[in-house]
Each structure stands twice: as structure tokens, then as C-alpha cells.
């Protein structure tokens, strides 16, 4: 068994399945019905790629899946901090959605390569329903950014502040060195994160985004999503502020209080009934 495999496969469960339970919270409080019904299915299929990666690496390792998940402290999980911020408002998601969803599918296609024949084949798998994702993704930057000025400006903003953060996405793996020389990862993740950002730049100017974050925060206004999907101007100070670190640390079990409420909600079952299953 090679650690720098187990690595690697911690690390990519990890963020599917705390950006699962992120997406999974806008049930029953998305925008309108058919984002209700749409932001639920793109969770539970984070989810289960999640328990996917969990068990292949408890076949290798020769333990439970549902331990891996569920029943480690807050310290042990490897997830990028993007995966781990709190929804905010619908921008917000819209926006950690898009680049997340994009970075995956760079990791994904080159993980196609990988030495391991059950990476390959999980991460061929996954990256088949992935495309869904992203295409839902793509159809609703591209709704906003061309809807009405106060949209655009809040999703300018947000994508600006969630860029930044999602070169946590590429921090490199523990044991990342192992696992390039053994060709579990084909592509070092620094040249993946520069894959993803020219791929992100370009699409920002297609959209007529800046990469800038703006330069003061109280100027941002905060919006909410109406029955129509449209962002709106709204009332209240509940908005994300721009991230305070370039969402680094993760890969080495480093988490914002973010993490703190979230582990709690999604382990709290397992850790009082150990022998539940997930």
C-alpha cells in the first residue's frame, strides 16, 4: 500500500463530501423549486463521489468507509478551505460552485492517467457526472453576469473573493512528491492550479469580469435570489467578506471555525451510534 495514494485519495474524498454537505444545506431554502430539486441531486452526487473515493481507500487500507467519513476529528480532514466556507447568500454559491466545479474537472481529466487502474477508472466514472455540474453551472454565471446591473456586480465581487480562495484547490497533497514519482498524480498541482486559472481568466473575460477583489468592503452591497433566480438587492449585513488567508492549509488539516459547526452537524449521527451505517 502506498501512503502517498492514501494521501491523495483522503484528500479528493474530503472535498467532495464537506462541499456535499455545504450544497446540501440550501435544500428546502434555495431561490425556487427547480434549484431546490437541482441544488439536492449536485449534493448527494458530491456525496457519492465522496463514497467513492472512501471505498476504494478502505478497500486498500482494509477498514470501514463510513470510519474514514465520519469518524475522524476535525484535524484529520484534508478538504481545500473553499469546500468549507459557509453558503452566504445564492452569489456566493453560484460562484464557489463554478470554480469548484471547474478545478475538479481539471484534476479529474488528469487523474485519467494516473498509475492506479482504480483512480482511473473512479475518476473516469466520476468525471462522466461532473459534466452535469458544470454545465449547470456555466448556465447560471452566464444567466447572472448578463442579468440585471446589481447582479452582476454582486457576482463580480464574489467570484473575485472565491478565485483567490480556490487556489486552496491545487495546494499540493501530503506526500505530494511520492505521488508524482509514483505516478498516482500524473500533473503536480501547481501546474494544474496554472491550467485552471488561465482556463478561469479566460472565462472571466469572456464574461467581463475583473480578477481583482474590490478594494473596500463596505461598498458591496448584499443581494438575494428571487422566485425568478435573478439577484436582487436585499436588506441586512450577512454578506461574505473577502477571504482573510488564499484559502491555503487545508491539505495539512488546517480549518477556519467555518468547519467547526459543520463537522459537528455532519458526524454527529456516526459518533453517537458508531455502528450506523452511511
Known amino acids: 500500500m502506498s501512503d502517498a495514494l492514501v494521501s491523495v485519495l483522503t484528500a479528493l474524498a474530503d472535498d467532495e463530501l ?10 428546502g431554502f434555495a431561490p425556487h423549486i427547480e434549484e431546490d430539486v437541482a441544488f439536492s441531486s449536485i449534493a448527494q452526487d458530491e456525496i457519492g463521489h465522496a463514497g467513492a473515493y472512501y471505498s476504494l481507500l478502505a478497500e486498500i487500507q482494509g477498514v470501514d468507509a463510513d470510519s474514514l467519513a465520519l469518524g475522524r476529528g476535525k484535524s484529520m480532514y484534508r478538504h481545500a478551505i473553499l469546500c468549507e466556507r459557509s453558503n452566504g447568500d445564492w452569489a456566493y454559491t453560484l460562484a464557489r460552485h463554478w ?3 471547474h478545478a475538479d474537472e481539471i484534476r479529474l481529466e488528469s487523474l485519467e492517467d494516473s498509475s492506479h487502474p482504480g483512480l482511473v477508472s473512479l475518476a473516469r466514472k ?7 455540474h458544470l454545465l449547470h453551472a456555466d448556465a447560471w454565471i452566464t444567466r447572472v453576469a448578463h ?24 495546494e499540493p497533497f501530503e506526500l505530494e512528491d511520492p505521488a508524482v514519482k ?3 498524480l500524473p500533473v503536480p498541482s501547481p501546474e494544474l492550479q496554472q491550467r485552471f486559472e488561465t482556463k478561469m481568466i479566460k472565462a472571466f473575460d469572456e464574461l467581463g469580469f475583473p480578477t481583482e477583489a474590490p478594494a473596500h468592503a463596505e461598498d458591496r452591497a448584499e443581494f438575494v435570489a428571487s422566485s425568478s433566480g435573478d439577484l436582487i438587492a436585499g436588506e441586512g449585513n450577512g454578506e461574505r467578506t473577502a477571504p482573510v488567508q488564499a484559502g491555503l492549509g487545508g491539505r495539512r488539516g488546517h ?3 467555518e468547519f467547526d459547526g459543520l463537522w459537528d452537524d455532519m458526524t454527529i449521527t456516526y459518533r453517537n451510534n458508531p455502528g450506523a451505517t452511511w
Do not use: N, Q
Request: net charge negative; glycine share 12%.
Open 182 to 184: 509514483e505516478g498516482i
Open 18 to 27: 464537506v462541499l456535499g454537505h455545504r450544497h446540501s444545506e440550501w435544500t
Open 126 to 132: 466520476i468525471r462522466r457526472e461532473e459534466r452535469y
Open 147 to 170: 442579468g440585471p446591473i446589481e447582479g452582476r456586480r454582486k457576482l463580480v465581487d464574489v467570484v473575485a473573493g472565491a478565485f483567490v480562495e480556490a487556489s486552496g484547490l491545487f
Open 99 to 101: 470554480l469548484y466545479d
Open 255 to 257: 480549518h477556519t471555525e
